[in-house]
């Protein structure tokens, strides 16, 4: 921070002002009660607070990261629930090799694949970039959707695989011969009865889910060119910003606990046996 | 038994494939994947061209996969990015399922330690294993071991808490109460009748640890936070292929469709393991 030339005055006077004269205990006691009260220090690199830098890198992440859940769960729950109806059959034996597939295909192997495909060769999507919602909405939507479809592939794999699994062990229940001896239509009885509680195991899922949505979105965004909060982590990596990257460390720890969190209380919605 | 199931067949097979690339790629019509040369800079694959060796000698060579902009051989860089891959996946598997083992028997297996162990997990398990890698990363330099360090870290508790739930379940089998009946050591227990029980599923786990931590290498090399871009890794070929990706897009596929088909084939082997070894889990999922 001084330079190279830096005297031993100079340094000790900048050790003395961010506080690393004292000792680590002390510094942790002083780092956490500034936590606490929404303080995460300032960022070496762009001089400004961690906790502003934060919001302003938010929108970004929090657009890719909703559009991405969303488009995950409207298509994997139906794909899991037909795999669990057609148990062993084309369908279900398609959905896990694609399950395994997803699970392995690198995130920005495909990021670079769906570019190259949709917006080099195809010319459907811009390759790059990101538009705020204010701009519009469309060219909005325009620069997010692909992103997305990227982000949600393994997202998509993941959940379909436990719908599926939770779905087949509901369908094996006596509740679901009742439902069909009372000639319920197949549908009704595959949502409102199998789906209806397979709903705990899918909702953990999506929960667990955001770790590796976390993980997607630090490099999906440095694929796309997105200003949001991964492509500040790498960014505050390889500057060594360290305020920053403990910062932005803490605050994705935090939403992950925070959802998870969310979605144990919502188990009392998905199924009334449970009480808290 | 295990060679039946057709998953173990065809992901051993290319594993196997995979480690013989990797221990064999100086005689692939390889050269050193460090060599570059400003004649053959951006060449298609396929593409005949001329590379100098280190001696200064110049040789003929087919860039089978094209070349980079430095003029450095796609080929060569990728056969020995498999190295690199390979070592990182088995060793991080192989350290965290050691730390795991240790850990997950004492909290399993000796009460009051199952309390703060956990704790600690749960904490390590709340943040993401993609930015623990880059936080372990960021405080340390990047090299071969911090980077297998890094990634290990992160999967330290997924083990644990698998031990500790097996732990829980062999402790209260006849043999082992007959083991604490003769005055058996606490340790002898715990490591001679406790531990064997726990392989099976351990070893299955090892393998999915081991693809995930072949791919969190590529994406830490890719962000530019791995291991150090003079490496030839997958993730670095592919982080300096994508500046050029428009108009060169084979320096990031050729790379790219290594590292999916490895982590398809250990992931494919893995399923097969947990299908022969462990049926109970594979009813689970």
């Known amino acids: 921070m001084a330079g190279d030339a830096a005297t031993a005055e100079q340094i000790e006077r900048i050790r003395a002002g961010l506080g690393l ?25 762009f ?17 890719l990261a ?11 729950i139906p794909l899991g629930v037909m ?10 034996r398609a959905l896990m090799g694609f399950s395994v597939l ?8 495909l990021a670079y694949l769906l570019i190259w495909l949709v917006s080099l060769k195809l010319g459907w999507l811009p390759v790059q970039g990101y538009r705020r919602l204010a701009d519009g909405f469309f060219p909005f939507l325009q620069h997010l959707i692909l992103p997305a479809i990227t982000l949600s592939v393994i997202y998509i794999a993941l959940i379909a695989r436990v719908t599926r699994a939770s779905v087949l062990e509901a369908l094996g229940e006596d509740y679901i011969r009742t439902a069909r001896a009372k000639g319920l239509p197949e549908l009704r009885v595959l949502v409102r009865h199998a789906l209806a509680n397979a709903a705990v195991p899918i909702a953990t899922v999506i929960g667990i889910g955001i770790a590796i949505l976390i993980g997607g979105v630090v490099v999906t965004e440095s694929v796309y060119a997105i200003p949001g909060l991964g492509r500040l982590t790498v960014d505050a990596v390889l500057a060594r910003d360290f305020p920053t990257i403990q910062g932005v460390i803490l605050f994705f720890s935090f939403i992950y606990v925070l959802v998870n969190l969310l979605i144990d209380l919502s188990y009392v919605f998905l199924d009334p046996r449970i009480r808290y | 038994m295990l060679w039946r199931n057709w998953s173990v067949r065809i992901g051993g097979t290319a594993l196997l494939a995979l480690l013989l690339v990797a221990t064999l790629a100086p005689w692939l019509g390889t050269v050193d994947p460090t060599l570059f040369d400003a004649a053959s800079r951006d060449l298609r694959p396929g593409a005949a061209g001329e590379i100098m060796t280190l001696d200064g000698e ?5 860039f089978l996969m094209g070349s980079d902009s430095f003029g450095r051989d796609i080929y060569s860089r990728v056969l020995y990015g498999t190295r690199v891959s390979l070592v990182v996946g088995i060793a991080a598997a192989a350290l965290s399922v050691a730390f795991g083992v240790v850990i997950g028997l004492c909290a399993g297996y000796i009460r009051w330690l199952d309390g703060p162990l956990m704790r600690v997990m749960d904490g390590i398990m709340a943040i993401p294993a993609i930015l623990i890698a880059i936080a372990v990363v960021a405080l340390w330099r990047a090299s071969l071991p911090t980077v297998i360090i890094a990634i290990a870290i992160p999967e330290i508790p997924r083990v644990t808490r698998l031990v500790r739930a097996l732990v829980l379940s062999i402790r209260e089998e006849p043999y082992v109460e007959a083991a604490v009946a003769l005055g058996t050591p606490t340790g002898k227990i715990m490591f001679g009748h406790i531990l064997p029980n726990t392989i099976a599923p351990l070893l299955v786990q090892g393998t999915y640890i081991c693809a995930f931590s072949i791919l969190l290498e590529a994406i830490l090399s890719f962000l530019g936070v791995g291991l150090p871009p003079d490496i030839p890794t997958w993730g670095n070929i592919m982080a300096e292929g994508r500046v050029q990706f428009v108009a060169y897009p084979h320096n990031v596929f050729f790379p790219g469709v290594f590292l999916a088909v490895t982590v398809l084939a250990v992931n494919i082997l893995g399923d097969g393991l947990r299908d022969t070894l462990d049926p109970k889990m594979a009813k689970r999922v």
Do not use: C, N
């Open chain 1, 47 to 63: 001089r400004i607070k961690v906790a502003t830098l934060i919001g302003q890198r938010l929108e970004p992440t929090f657009a």
């Open chain 1, 66 to 76: 909703t559009l991405t859940i969303l488009i995950a769960i409207i298509i994997s």
């Open chain 1, 102 to 109: 997803g699970f392995s295909i690198p995130v920005f192997v």
């Open chain 2, 58 to 62: 110049m040789r003929k060579h087919t």
């Open chain 1, 21 to 45: 004269d004292r000792p680590i205990v002390v510094q942790f006691g002083i780092w956490l009660g500034k936590v606490l009260s929404g303080d995460l220090g300032e960022s070496f690199y």
């Open chain 1, 83 to 92: 795999a669990a109806w057609r148990f062993g059959g084309w369908f279900d």
